[in-house]
């Protein structure tokens, strides 16, 4: 078979093309301020014309019909709400970072019947840090401070790091001196610094002039302790509520070249005190920790085996002994008496409900709860839900996405009526209520491209397990035609994680639609070790702790055999799609993978259930775009490898 050299990718009306792709802005996740009247979002933008990625902020009313208000972030940086009409700017300045108040307002017109949102003010310089480096903002309007990560030497001092980088960099050398095995993690070089929390005080006088008083204060000063923890960790390691941080670090006390066990920690916000652990020490990796409003409870996310990178999360004063998913972000409601939290659930990522249990006398890991305590009830049923944040009066804010869009917020409202109704019944209560979009940021840009949604599929795996997968049909596919489509099989990205997790944290999942509008059935499938099948939760109240044991059967089965069942999972997903979708050509087939993915193509995996000679072109990489550059040899190569 002779290699295509008159490929080209489809494009026109209707066609989402690769400079469709590439050009749709891409949406981070909303943020409500702190009278949950107004949202904000972070948006990117690439266009062709201008040769540049452009940053800006999408600013939409929660509870108004006014047009939502872009504000143009020309040197990019960090956005967060500091007041709830008040937006600070993060940039880089000449020295270290500058940051910079912007006020908006929401009005009605003169003629009093439209709503009005608008910047009131140029950017107003309000507080100048001394590094580059400062990043995961978050902002306590009660306590008027802010708060921050870093990178520092050992000494702690955030005002002495860009001395200390100069006469590290002139030290005569380039070697890497080690004490301890643990030197890399992935892709970075363990150096001379760590990350850490510092605080600062920042708010406004009687004349509403913004005070900065410089002085900073290294929360982990003295500890060992360095969040939020490398490479991955940002603002979901901590949380600030009025007057109190609380967060995660890798256990001091551990090797980290052995260990992923990881202790919570509470600490006052501006260091009067010393950080006080709150974990028991039994437990493996801890993420997302959150507090209360009221700051009388800690909830956290746990994996209750040390040494894994991703297993189950459970609960500790165990709330959901009978479920068995793995929360993924969390949240308390207002008042407090309700935990709010995202879960991969069969391949989606859904919104659930729990109310949290009298304390009990004493700690306790089976304490006899009812039903209502121990089921939580989902919110939504489809898409992949981020971002969730309670608002005052019953609300909850969320971000969503799916195969068809990227993030857009959505608002859930009258969850009064739904708590009071969990705790007045004594069996599961289901939800009904009402899901309302906020935002429609790439409306306009998908109009007409009728991207697939997706439709789900169960096969027998291994040992004769139920497993499920997802196909994209080809734009102008139509069932029972003679035509034959090229084929592109996704493989797993992350063992013990869902394939298409990744993208859908990123709330990216629309890209692989773009595979199926240049003409090629989409296949992914989630083999044995995906989550979402089968994981569990974590809940801490005050210092006592609680834990889940949870079915974890399908996930935990990929221990020690990342060769086999899953190899076996992707052989039947791949013989039953092409049985119950005929119209696929075999012969034109495509397999890419990341990580465990490249992994699993790398060795060829459909060889045993291919047919004669027919070709396969696998590839083994990060980053979904990089597919385009391979579509284009589906017809030609045998193989192609990309690491």
């Known amino acids: 078979m002779s290699a295509n050299k008159e490929f080209s990718f489809k494009e026109g009306p209707g066609i989402f093309s690769p400079k469709d792709l590439v050009e749709l802005s891409r949406p981070g996740v909303g943020v409500a301020n702190q009278a949950g009247d107004l949202v904000l979002v972070p948006v ?12 800006f902020l999408t600013v939409a009313p929660i509870e108004s019909s006014a047009k939502p208000l872009e504000i143009p972030l020309e040197k990019g940086g960090e956005a967060f709400w500091i007041q709830s009409r008040t937006i600070a700017h993060v940039v880089e300045g000449d020295v270290g970072l500058e940051i910079y108040a912007l006020d908006v307002a929401l009005e009605t017109s003169s003629r009093g019947d439209t709503d009005l949102l608008t910047a009131t003010n140029a950017p107003v310089l ?34 002495s790091v860009a001395e200390q980088d100069e006469a590290y960099e002139a030290r005569g050398n380039t070697a890497y001196v080690y004490d301890a095995t643990y030197e890399r993690h992935w892709d970075t070089w363990v150096g001379p610094k760590r990350s850490s929390l510092f605080s600062v005080s ?23 302790h360095s969040s939020p923890v490398e490479p991955f960790g940002g603002t979901d390691d901590f949380y600030v509520s009025r007057d109190l941080v609380v967060y995660t670090t890798l256990d001091p006390q551990s090797n980290d070249a052995w260990h992923t066990k990881q202790n919570i920690y509470i600490v006052d916000i501006k260091g009067n005190n010393q950080p006080r652990e709150l974990t028991s020490g039994e437990q493996g990796a801890t993420h997302n ?77 089976h304490p006899n709860l009812p039903k209502k305590y121990t089921i ?45 109704s969990i ?16 935002t429609y940021l790439t409306q306009s840009a998908l109009q007409g491209t ?22 994209l049909k080809p734009l102008g596919w139509q069932a029972g035609e003679t035509k034959k489509w090229p084929v592109d099989l996704k493989a797993l990205g992350k063992i013990n994680g869902l394939l298409v997790g990744i993208l859908m944290v990123c709330g990216k999942l629309y890209e692989f639609g773009f595979f199926a509008q240049q003409g090629y059935f989409v296949i992914l499938i989630n083999p044995t070790g995906s989550t979402t099948f089968g994981q569990g939760m974590k809940y801490v109240p005050n210092v006592i702790t609680i834990h889940l044991p949870s079915g974890i059967e399908f996930t935990d089965a990929i221990a020690e055999d990342w060769g086999g069942k899953p190899f076996v999972d992707l052989q039947k997903g791949w013989q039953y799609v092409l049985k119950t979708y005929p119209e696929i050509d075999a012969d034109r087939a495509v397999a890419a993978g990341a990580s465990w993915g490249g992994y699993a193509i790398k060795c060829d995996i459909l060889r045993p259930v291919r047919s004669g000679d027919s070709p396969l072109i696998t590839a083994g990489f990060r980053g979904t775009l990089n597919m385009a550059l391979v579509l284009r040899y589906v017809s030609g190569l045998k193989v192609l490898s990309c690491f």
């Open 376 to 420: 939580p009830v989902a919110l939504t049923d489809s898409k992949a839900a981020s971002g969730i944040q309670p608002l005052f009066h019953g609300r909850l804010l969320f971000s969503q996405s799916s195969f068809t869009s990227p993030n857009d917020v959505f608002i859930i409202r009258n969850l009064q009526v739904l708590e009071t």
């Open 423 to 438: 705790l007045q019944s004594e069996e599961p209560v289901r939800f009904d209520g009402q899901v309302e979009q906020i």
């Open 126 to 159: 309000i507080a100048k840090l001394p590094n580059k480096s400062a990043t995961n903002f978050r902002y306590s309007i009660e306590s008027r401070v802010l708060i921050f990560s870093d990178y520092v030497f050992p000494d702690g001092n955030l005002t």
């Open 289 to 365: 920790p959150v507090l209360n409003s009221q700051g009388t409870k800690v909830a956290w996310l746990e994996l209750d085996q040390d040494g894994y990178e991703s297993d189950r999360h459970d609960v500790r004063f165990t709330l959901t002994q009978d479920w068995d998913r793995s929360p993924e972000s969390l949240a308390f409601s207002k008042e407090g008496n309700f935990i709010f939290f995202t879960a991969g659930d069969e391949a989606k990522v859904k919104l659930f409900a729990l109310p949290i249990p009298p304390t009990p006398a004493e700690t306790t890991r």
């Open 202 to 224: 920042l708010y406004q006088d009687a004349d509403h002039k913004w005070v900065f008083e410089g002085q900073f204060t290294n929360l982990l000063q003295g500890t060992k």
């Open 450 to 471: 009728h991207l697939d949604s997706g439709e789900s599929f169960w096969f027998k795996g291994a040992l004769d397990r139920d497993v499920q997968g997802w196909v």
């Open 44 to 55: 990117s933008e690439y266009s062709f014309d201008d040769k540049k990625n452009k940053k």
